[in-house]
């Protein structure tokens, strides 16, 4: 593919447009699953071992995800990049568009638009890099906004 | 898969998290090509004939495009719905990933944040609801949103 031609959105489908790829960035960031074995044995889609091992080598070789070198015998910890960071207000589209779509995940009708969370979303990509990356950002004031975003995304219809 | 259990976000991957489905929509929203050779030749990526069929049928099945009823030997129109217009800010965030991250599509560095744009979304879809869905909202002042859009992602990193 031509990058050029297919221009900014071909190129982010390009690497990000695949379901796993984009099921495991979200339980990195919002369930914060580190290690191979939490992502496999705690994905409610029920990721198989080959896909998720196949798919965290293609988000580290797009340098959306850094694998930390294990001693031996250790398990190796994955971290967000800020590439990977950054795929966080892709993620909260995908939410805000199932919330209001899909049934059983929100009341139809009553999701807010989706550009009334930048705000939270940056408080949460700046707690990413505080997780991720070693940021000394201090703690934001008033909650934490990945807990905030996660009860947005992760509430069924019957709650709240 | 339990749509309960995955949240809003799994349940949107799992309808929309598809490379093909998403330059569909991408095609179709921004270039309004409306028939099924208008998106195959089209296509940037060299989408190919059954891919393409196939990823139709799914959209319009999913409820994101209509496929208006063709008389005999006329060719069937696809319209956006609704839930397919709101689609618009998941390209979108897209979009915005890939000017920053992928060389060639937008100067490094230089791209805004992902909330900088929800107005401009906005009023794009208000201009996709008058061409798919029939309605009467009058045309926007101050240019095409859609147009504006486009030239955001569509543009390379040598341009503007």
Redesign the interface.
């Known amino acids: 593919?031509?990058?050029?031609?297919?221009?900014?959105?071909?190129?982010?489908?390009?690497?990000?447009?695949?379901?796993w790829s984009?099921?495991v960035l979200?339980d990195v960031i919002?369930e914060d699953r580190r290690y191979f074995r939490a992502l496999l044995t705690g994905s409610?889609?029920?990721i198989a071992s080959n896909i998720l091992a196949d798919r965290l080598v293609k988000l580290v070789e797009a340098?959306m995800l850094a694998r930390g070198t294990a001693a031996r015998g250790q398990r190796a910890r994955y971290s967000l990049t800020e590439?990977g960071i950054?795929?966080l207000?892709?993620?909260?589209?995908?939410?805000?568009?199932?919330?209001?779509?899909?049934?059983?995940?929100?009341r139809h009708g009553a999701a807010p638009?989706?550009?009334?969370r930048?705000?939270l979303?940056?408080a949460a990509m700046d707690q990413l890099r505080v997780r991720h990356l070693g940021a000394e950002t201090p703690p934001p004031a008033g909650g934490e906004p990945l807990d905030q975003l996660k009860q947005?995304?992760?509430?069924?219809?019957g709650d709240g």
Chains 1, 2 share one sequence.
């Open positions: 593919m031509d990058e050029r031609a297919a221009g900014a959105i071909g190129a982010a489908v390009q690497v990000l447009g695949d379901r984009l099921l979200r919002f409610a889609e029920g340098g590439a950054q795929t207000p892709i993620i909260c589209a995908f939410g805000d568009w199932g919330r209001r779509w899909r049934p059983g995940t929100a638009g989706p550009g009334d930048s705000d979303i940056a947005l995304y992760y509430r069924t219809a």
